[in-house]
């Protein structure tokens, strides 16, 4: 059963309020931390952990924005805020993919291992458990609402634990194996790179614009063919979608003898079933089909 949108908003919204906490507390224990033992790195991470309070902050808003309501300047709502939030945090993304990557090259070709204290290890390591359990929420809240902007925030969370986890291991084994932090690094920055393509290019064509589903299409020319065996056809389907709301139009081909009070009255019954397939608003365009002899005009 599919979710309305206040029960989409909701999760929404629980999910940018526990990773903004989560994200705080995490931002406290890095930091004392941090200073505690003399590691900037920590303290240096710890401000990082901060910051990605601000792509969940993102999150709320968009969801906020997108239940807003219609106004003067924006007839069919701003449901489409929460797929705009969407590429902001799959760009904010992008930029932390192309930092792993860039940071990964400079160990490689400067040989560089990484040593921390016993503390600072174990406090990467809660940070990794923590954010990807962050992050398996928040993908989960992406499966049942279908919001890139939820999917977007797990990958954030996950770069944030694949990197606690690389710090982890590089300590770990860079005595031996110097090379295996940058090599890693590598491959998760090009797998962050990649979940980033996939986000900003979904919702971007959300935005732009996308074909309605042909099953649902073909399954409106089916009925109609059913009810109204006289008509010529319906075509040239468009969806406009709006979050929650969608704008349906479509061609109905009626006889050239047809009167208007008929083809009228098939109009509005097309439109309901255009309706209760697409679950949004529907305008049909009537237009006669010509006879050879006007088409040869």
């Known amino acids: 059963m599919s979710m309305t949108f206040t029960e989409k ?14 994200n705080l507390i995490l931002f406290f224990l890095k930091f ?29 808003l968009g969801f906020w924005l997108s239940s807003r309501p219609a106004d003067d300047r924006h007839a069919f ?13 799959g760009t904010l993304l992008a930029v932390v993919g192309l930092n792993f990557l860039y940071e990964a090259v400079v160990r490689l070709i400067h ?22 359990a962050l992050s398996q929420f928040s993908f989960w809240t992406a499966k049942k609402t279908g919001a890139y902007s939820l999917r977007a925030d797990a990958w954030h969370h996950r770069s944030d634990a694949i990197a606690s986890l690389l710090i982890v291991v590089g300590v770990l084994f860079s005595r031996n194996f110097w090379w295996l932090d940058g090599l890693m690094g590598i491959g998760v ?55 929650e709301h969608h704008e349906v139009t479509a061609h109905l081909i009626v006889p050239g003898d047809m009167s208007v009070d008929r083809a009228h009255d098939i109009a509005s019954r097309v439109e309901e079933i255009v309706r209760d397939e697409f679950n949004g608003d529907a305008t049909i365009h009537v237009e006669p089909k010509k006879s050879k002899e006007e088409s040869s005009d």
């Open 32 to 60: 004392l931390i941090g200073r505690k033992v003399g590691s900037v790195a920590m303290v240096a991470d710890a401000w990082h952990t901060l910051s990605d309070s601000l792509t969940s902050l993102i999150v709320v």
């Open 77 to 89: 709502g701003h449901g489409r805020a929460e797929s705009i939030s969407s590429i902001v945090i």
């Open 9 to 22: 908003k909701r999760l929404g919204y629980l999910e940018g309020y526990i990773s903004i906490f989560v």
């Open 111 to 132: 040989h560089q291992g990484m040593a921390f204290s016993k503390l600072a290890i174990l406090i990467f390591l809660v940070s990794a458990v923590t954010k990807e």
């Open 189 to 243: 920055s090009l797998l962050i790179l990649h979940a980033c393509y996939d986000i900003i290019r979904g919702s971007a064509s959300y935005l732009m614009g996308e074909v309605p589903s042909r099953e649902k299409v073909s399954r409106v020319q089916s009925q109609v063919r059913k009810e109204f065996p006289e008509l010529e056809g319906i075509h040239h389907f468009h969806v406009h979608n709006y979050g």
